[in-house]
């Protein structure tokens, strides 16, 4: 199947593919058709009680290619086994900022995802999830990815001004909360963040900074140094929510 699909971009014109060429275009694939069978989860950012279960399928990432390409460098490793199924691995690093690092692993026939990993900074797992056991034939699927709402990112700014977006990062889908205030989806492609606008504060943890502003309280969740998540909100001076009203019922995107 490898073969099959650089052979068709060499006769499209796209002859020499890159890494991240093959990988987008696996992710893409992945979009119509899926592999089924044993797949072991464990996640361990955000801690949970019981941080492995099993499933039917990967959890789906929203991936998003164009992101993707622009924030991270991907570099093919090799061959390895997953379920005793021949796959390319790709390692994910980011080219600025202080996200997470990914590897991948894709099908070498069917050219799907096998197994994923997110990794923090100093290379501890943040969470996996890899097949024990495959169906004999993927399963086609339809997943939709809308484009992201033009405009929110100016919002989003006019909305919390002083806000310092993570590395790489864009806002791409505004939901209101049940409790009040509103949850602003980041991305850059690989990680998402969670900004959220609400009444009340939260309480302290790894992967999450919170912050007073006027009457209510900022907070960024995500898989970033501390720090970061810190400095992100550190410069905020005001909370107008209005500048969002238009983006809460805009569906969630893909740029």
């Given at each position: 199947?490898?073969?099959?699909?650089?052979?068709?971009?060499?006769?499209?014109?796209?002859?020499?593919?890159?890494?991240?060429?093959?990988?987008?275009?696996?992710?893409?694939?992945?979009?119509?058709?899926?592999?089924?069978?044993?797949?072991?989860?464990?996640?361990?950012?955000?801690?949970?009680?019981?941080?492995?279960?099993?499933?039917?399928?990967?959890?789906?990432?929203?991936?998003?290619?164009?992101?993707?390409?622009?924030?991270?460098?991907?570099?093919?490793?090799?061959?390895?086994?997953?379920?005793?199924?021949?796959?390319?691995?790709?390692?994910?690093?980011?080219?600025?900022?202080?996200?997470?690092?990914?590897?991948?692993?894709?099908?070498?026939?069917?050219?799907?995802?096998?197994?994923?990993?997110?990794?923090?900074?100093?290379?501890?797992?943040?969470?996996?999830?890899?097949?024990?056991?495959v169906?004999?034939?993927?399963?086609?699927?339809?997943?939709?990815?809308?484009?992201?709402?033009?405009?929110?990112?100016?919002?989003?700014?006019?909305?919390?001004?002083?806000l310092?977006?993570?590395?790489?990062?864009?806002?791409?889908?505004?939901?209101?909360?049940p409790?009040?205030?509103l949850?602003?989806?980041?991305?850059?492609?690989?990680?998402?963040?969670?900004?959220?606008?609400?009444?009340r504060?939260?309480?302290?943890?790894?992967?999450?900074?919170?912050?007073?502003?006027?009457?209510?309280?900022?907070?960024l969740?995500?898989?970033?140094?501390?720090?970061?998540?810190?400095?992100?909100?550190?410069?905020?001076?005001?909370?107008?929510?209005?500048?969002?009203?238009?983006?809460?019922?805009?569906?969630?995107?893909?740029?």
């Amino acid at each position: 199947m490898r073969g099959l699909v650089l052979g068709l971009l060499a006769l499209s014109g796209a002859a020499g593919a890159s890494d991240t060429d093959e990988l987008l275009a696996a992710l893409k694939r992945a979009r119509t058709l899926e592999a089924r069978g044993t797949v072991e989860v464990t996640v361990l950012f955000p801690p949970r009680d019981t941080p492995t279960r099993v499933a039917a399928a990967l959890p789906r990432v929203p991936f998003r290619p164009a992101l993707l390409a622009r924030n991270f460098e991907v570099r093919r490793v090799g061959e390895e086994a997953v379920a005793r199924r021949p796959a390319t691995r790709y390692e994910l690093t980011p080219k600025v900022g202080q996200a997470a690092r990914w590897t991948l692993w894709i099908d070498t026939q069917w050219n799907i995802p096998l197994a994923y990993q997110e990794d923090f900074q100093d290379g501890t797992v943040a969470r996996r999830a890899a097949f024990l056991k495959v169906n004999a034939r993927p399963t086609a699927v339809r997943v939709a990815l809308p484009s992201a709402p033009e405009g929110l990112r100016r919002a989003l700014l006019a909305a919390l001004p002083g806000l310092r977006l993570p590395a790489g990062t864009q806002p791409v889908a505004v939901r209101g909360r049940p409790n009040g205030g509103l949850e602003v989806s980041l991305t850059d492609g690989l990680n998402v963040l969670a900004l959220v606008v609400s009444p009340r504060g939260v309480r302290a943890a790894p992967g999450i900074a919170s912050r007073r502003v006027g009457g209510g309280y900022v907070w960024l969740v995500g898989n970033l140094p501390q720090a970061a998540l810190d400095s992100a909100l550190a410069g905020i001076s005001r909370v107008e929510p209005a500048a969002l009203g238009t983006f809460l019922k805009a569906d969630a995107s893909n740029p």
